[in-house]
C-alpha cells in the first residue's frame, strides 16, 4: 500500500491567496483527519471525517479554513484567504474505523508558508 | 479530558546506552496510548501502542513501553541507542470516542557517538 499520500509536499504563496491541500487516505480506511504542527502550538487536530462525513471540526481555527471530503479516497483542506500565521506543517491522517484503538497512519505533511 | 505530559523536551544520550522517553497521562476512563516517532521533515510513524491488553507493550526498532495504571505513566525505553533513533517522539492518547489523537509537545531525543 502506498499510504496516505498528501500534495503538495511544500507550498509556498502570498498573503491573500487561496491555498488549497490534498489528501488521499489508504483505501479501504474510513476515517480522515486533518492536523497542524507548529513550534509554538504542536500538533493540533483540525477536524475528521467518518465515512466521508465531518464529525469534529472545532479545531478548524476560523471560516478561512474548510475541509471537504466528497468521496472515500479524497479530501480537502483549503485556506481562503491564506496569512502568514498559517504557515506549519499540515497533515493528514487515516484510519481502519475511527475508534480508540486503530492506528492512525500519516501522511508526508504538506509545509506551508505564506509571505 | 484527557492529557498528556512528556516530561522533557531534549533527551540526550550516547550510541549503545539505554534510552527513557518519559510521559504521563491524563484520562478518566482507561486510554489507549500511542508513541509516535518523527524524523526531520518526515510524517508520523507509529512505534507502538497499548489497548489494555498486556502492559508491557512491545513496538519496532527494539522500543518498548510499559502502562503503569498506578503512575499514571507510559514510558518509551530502549535498552541500547542506534544514531537512528535521532527523532522526536510524541506520546498520544486517544480520547474517549476514538476519534481524537491528543499529543504531548515531544520529546527531541539526541544521540551521541
Known amino acids: 500500500d502506498a499510504g496516505v499520500i498528501q500534495s503538495p509536499r511544500h507550498e509556498v504563496t502570498e498573503m491573500g491567496q487561496e491555498v488549497t491541500l490534498r489528501c488521499k487516505p489508504i483505501?479501504?480506511?474510513?476515517?480522515l483527519f486533518w492536523y497542524r504542527q507548529t513550534m509554538m502550538r504542536g500538533l493540533e487536530l483540525l477536524i475528521y471525517?467518518?465515512?466521508?462525513?465531518?464529525?469534529?471540526d472545532s479545531g478548524m481555527p476560523e471560516d478561512r479554513f474548510s475541509a471537504k471530503m466528497p468521496n472515500a479516497s479524497f479530501s480537502t483542506l483549503k485556506i481562503q484567504p491564506s496569512e502568514p500565521r498559517d504557515s506549519a506543517v499540515y497533515f493528514c491522517?487515516?484510519?481502519?474505523?475511527?475508534?480508540?484503538?486503530?492506528?492512525?497512519?500519516f501522511g508526508p505533511g504538506t509545509r506551508l508558508t505564506v509571505l | 479530558a484527557q492529557s498528556v505530559t512528556q516530561l522533557d523536551s531534549h533527551v540526550s544520550v550516547s550510541e549503545g546506552t539505554p534510552v527513557l522517553l518519559r510521559c504521563n497521562y491524563s484520562?478518566?476512563?482507561?486510554?489507549?496510548l500511542f508513541w509516535y516517532v518523527q524524523h526531520p521533515n518526515k510524517g508520523l510513524q507509529l512505534l507502538l501502542k497499548?489497548?489494555?491488553?498486556?502492559?508491557l507493550v512491545k513496538g519496532i526498532n527494539g522500543f518498548e513501553a510499559e502502562f503503569k495504571k498506578s503512575e499514571t505513566s507510559f514510558h518509551l525505553t530502549k535498552p541500547s541507542a542506534h544514531m537512528s533513533d535521532a527523532a522526536e517522539y510524541f506520546c498520544?492518547?486517544?480520547?474517549?470516542?476514538?476519534?481524537?489523537?491528543?499529543f504531548g509537545a515531544g520529546t527531541i531525543l539526541r544521540v551521541k557517538s
Open positions: 484520562s478518566s476512563y482507561s486510554p489507549s
Open positions: 491522517a487515516s484510519s481502519l474505523a475511527g475508534a480508540s484503538t486503530d492506528t492512525q497512519y
Open positions: 483505501s479501504g480506511h474510513n476515517s
Open positions: 498520544v492518547v486517544s480520547d474517549y470516542n476514538g476519534n481524537k489523537l491528543v
Open positions: 497499548y489497548t489494555s491488553a498486556a502492559t
Open positions: 471525517f467518518n465515512n466521508n462525513v465531518p464529525i469534529d
